[in-house]
T-cell receptor, first 111, second 112 residues
């Protein structure tokens, strides 16, 4: 069983709506946290990463994520989505020795 | 610098055939990973390596073997391919905690 859980497999939003994608993990100890995006027909692209420090992380294209240690969560947010944000989003967690991904969330933005 | 390079990019196998996928990196990564990507399943870790000469099982290791004889290369083998192994395979490498992973371009494998 995967130890990185993404709560929604499909999300459909209208343009300008706010986005929040959930990610929870079950690893203890020090972890690094990542969000990746995969646009249709393209390779993975890193959106943002958390190693330490400020738990609110800003990434590319207006995305941000908040690390809540007590909840083992790293949720991705964007205040206002665009049609071009249509893609699949993956949360990834790196405990000490490996990099593990969630099952992904497919986001469709309606124009 | 080539980064992380996978070969081949595409392959069609018949059931029961064997093949080896090569991942080569020139970034001095200590850690290397093999994943398979299937719709609705995300990237699932097949095997990984924490250094030259080491390998470890990931989430879905059955039907695959790996070797890391040299630090720069991580090989993924399918001894007897099955249609369930039809997938896109990605290799990645990183240098440990607090570093970013770099990915190969992927290998699309079809087993008929």
């Amino acid at each position: 069983a995967q130890s990185v859980s993404q709560h929604n497999h499909h999300v459909i939003l209208s343009e300008a709506a706010s986005l929040e994608l959930g990610c929870n993990y079950s690893y203890g100890g020090t972890v690094n946290l990542f969000w990746y995006v995969q646009y249709p027909g393209q390779h993975l692209q890193l959106l943002l990463k958390y190693f330490s420090g400020d738990p609110l992380v800003k990434g590319i294209k207006g995305f941000e994520a908040e690390f809540i240690k007590s909840k083992f969560s790293f949720n991705l947010r964007k205040p206002s989505v665009q049609w071009s944000d249509t893609a699949e989003y993956f949360c990834a967690v790196r405990p000490r020795n490996k990099l593990v991904f969630g099952a992904g969330t497919i986001l469709r933005v309606k124009s | 610098n080539a980064g992380v390079t996978q070969t081949p990019k595409f392959r069609v196998l018949k059931t029961g055939q064997s093949m080896t996928l090569l991942c080569a990196q020139d970034m001095n990564h200590e850690y290397m990973y093999w994943y398979r990507q299937d719709p609705g399943m995300g990237l699932r870790l097949i095997h990984y390596s924490v250094g030259e000469g080491t390998t470890a099982k990931g989430e879905v290791p059955d039907g695959y073997n790996v070797s890391r004889l040299k630090k720069q290369n991580f090989l993924l083998g399918l001894e007897s391919a099955a249609p369930s192994q039809t997938s896109v395979y990605f290799c990645a490498g990183d240098s440990g905690l607090n570093t970013e992973a770099f990915f190969g371009q992927g290998t699309r494998l079809t087993v008929v």
